[in-house]
């Protein structure tokens, strides 16, 4: 059975940094791309950051590109999204997500397996 867990996520201020993290099981991580996803209130699910199965290959959306990073360790199993620069815009549900192939993309059904989201939230 694979479960994705996300945590991290928390109260920070604008310009404050945070990193979440994902946990994977029940899949061979090595090989399946990860992504982070978030939803705000009143908003559509949008698509953040995603890595390649090798952790050689990342996209970002055009919102956060240059101020959130995406990367993976194999031997913990573990993706990570550290934010940095946060703006009250960013405050959404963070979703964390993997696919069946090690291809990264950025469309959220791509994706087969889903946490239950952390609570990102930034003050100005």
């Known amino acids: 059975q694979v479960q994705v867990v996300e945590s991290g996520g928390r109260l920070v201020q604008a310009g404050g940094s945070l990193r979440l993290s994902c946990g994977a099981s029940?899949?061979?991580?090595?090989?399946?791309?990860m992504g982070w996803f978030r939803q705000a209130p009143g908003k559509e699910r949008e698509f953040v950051a995603t890595?390649?199965?090798?952790?050689?290959?990342?996209y970002y959306a055009d919102s956060v590109k240059g101020r959130f990073t995406i990367s993976r360790d194999t031997a913990k199993n573990t993706v990570y999204l550290q934010m940095n620069s946060l703006k009250p815009a960013d405050t959404a549900v963070y979703y964390c997500?993997?696919?069946?192939?090690?291809?990264?993309?950025?469309?959220?059904?791509?994706?087969?397996?889903w946490g239950q989201g952390t609570q990102v939230t930034v003050s100005s």
């Open positions: 997500a993997a696919r069946s192939l090690g291809i990264p993309t950025m469309i959220s059904a791509d994706y087969a397996y």
């Open positions: 029940g899949l061979t991580f090595s090989t399946v791309a």
């Open positions: 890595i390649s199965g090798t952790g050689r290959t990342t």
